[in-house]
C-alpha cells in the first residue's frame, strides 16, 4: 500500500482505535494505524482490567470476529450493588428475559447474560492478531496524509492538545485501584458492587460459570488509594474482605452479604487518576484546528509544539474526530467507558460507510452528525456516574437516607430498573 494514499489515519492503537480500523478496513478503506509503539522492543506490562463489555460491545466485536474465546470472558448473570446502608438494587438476567417479571421490555429480548467480563490482554491480543490479516490496514508509527484522521489516543491526547481542542470537566478526588483476587467461594455469575464511605468497589467474575476469581476495581480517595498500594498483599485483602463482607469500621454495611468469605490478591496492583471529561468539538476540518492552535499558541509545552509540528507537516487537507477516552471520560464505576468508546466505532463507521459514495470520507456533515449523535449517548452515561459518584461522596446523614432510600426505590420500581437495565446493557 502507498505510504501517501490512505482515507483514514487512525492515531492510537488501544481497544477503540483497534476496532475502528477493522470495521473501516474490512470495508475495504484504506487506513493507517499510527501504533507508537509498534516495533519497539519494551514489552509493556499487561493491563490488570476485566472490562463489564454490554450487548452492543458484543455485537461490534463479533462483526469483527474478535470476540476472545471462552476462557478469557465470564457472563453477568447477577448484579448486586450495596449503598452504606439498607440501600441495595439487584438485577437478574434470568428475571429479566421472564414476562411480567417487572423488567417488562427486557422480556421480549434475548437476554443470555446482563454483561460480559472480558478479560483485557485477551481482548487486546485478538485485536492485534486481526490486524495482522487485515490487508488494508497498514500499521505505522508515526502520523501519516489521510483525508480523515481519527483520534483515539485516550485521554491524554496529545494530538487533541495540539489541535487546541479544549475539553470541559473535572478531576475527582478519587483514583481507581484495580488488581485480581480469588475467593473461598465460586461465584455463580454474580457481580457486586459496594458504595462504602469514600470507597466504590466493584467486583466482577472471571473463569466462567464455575469460576471464583474477580477483577477487583477500587475507587477511593486520592489518600486512600495512596496508603492501599503501600500495603502487603495480605493487608489489602484483608481491607478489601472487611468491605465486602460488612465488616468496615466506617461504615454500616452489614447489609452486604455476598457470602465472600476470604480473599486472596492474585494479581499485581495499578493506579489510575479519575476524570470526567468531554472535548468541546468532537470533529473539524484540519485548516479550522490550524488556526485555533495558533491563536490559541500561549506558549505550548514544547513536547506538544514536537509532535503538533510533525502532525502540521503530515496533515495535508482533511478533517479530523475524536473517539474514545481522548472526546470522553467518565467515573468506572458504571463501567461504561469501553462501551461508549466501542458505541462511537459504531456509529461513525456505519455514518461513513453508510453515506452515498460521492461523499468523501472527510465529509464533515457526516462527522458533525456523529458527533451529535454521540454526544447525547455519553450524557445519560456521564450525569448519571457524576451524580452517583457525589452522592456517594457525601457524608451527610440526610443525604445517606436519601441515596439508600433511592436505592431500595430503584429495586421495587419495575419501569425505573427496566429503563436502568436497558441503558447499561445497551439493547
Ligand atoms: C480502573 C478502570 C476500570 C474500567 N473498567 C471499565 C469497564 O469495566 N467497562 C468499560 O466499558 N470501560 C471501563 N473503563 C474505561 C476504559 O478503560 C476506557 O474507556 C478505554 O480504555 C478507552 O479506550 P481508548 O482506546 O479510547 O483509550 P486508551 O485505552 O487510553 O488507548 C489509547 C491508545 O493510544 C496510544 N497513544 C496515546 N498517545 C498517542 C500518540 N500521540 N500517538 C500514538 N498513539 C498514542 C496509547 O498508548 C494507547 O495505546 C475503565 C477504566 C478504568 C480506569
Redesign the pocket.
Known sequence: MSKTNFDVCI???????RALALKLGQAKLRVAL????AGGSEQSPRDI??????HA?RQLLESLRCWPDDSAITAVQRMEVHGDTTGRVDFDAAQASQPGAGLDALATTDVQALAW?VDVPALEDVLQTALRFQSTVEIVTA?VPARLTAI????????RDALGIASHGHDYPQQ???TRVKASQPHGGCAWQWFSGPHIVAL?PLGGAAGDEYAV?W?TSCEQAGRLSALSDSAFAHELEAIVNGSSNDSANQYAQPGVVSLSLIGSRAR?P?RLSQATHWCGTMAQAETVAKASASPAPAKNRA?HDAAHAAQGPGSWVL????AH?IH?LS????????GDVATLSHLLLEQPNWRPVHDLRVLRQYERERKAAMLPFAFATDSLQWLFWQDLPLLQSLRNWGMRGVSSSGPLKDWLVRQAMNL
Open positions: 492515531r492510537g492503537a488501544g481497544i477503540v482505535g499510527v501504533d507508537s509503539g482490567r476485566a472490562y463489564a463489555l454490554n460491545s467480563i502520523p483515539c489516543e485516550g485521554k491524554f491526547s496529545a494530538s481507581a485501584i484495580a466482577l476495581v475507587s489510575w479519575l509532535t473517539l474514545g477516552d481522548a471520560t468506572p463501567g461504561s467507558g469501553l462501551n461508549l468508546g466501542l
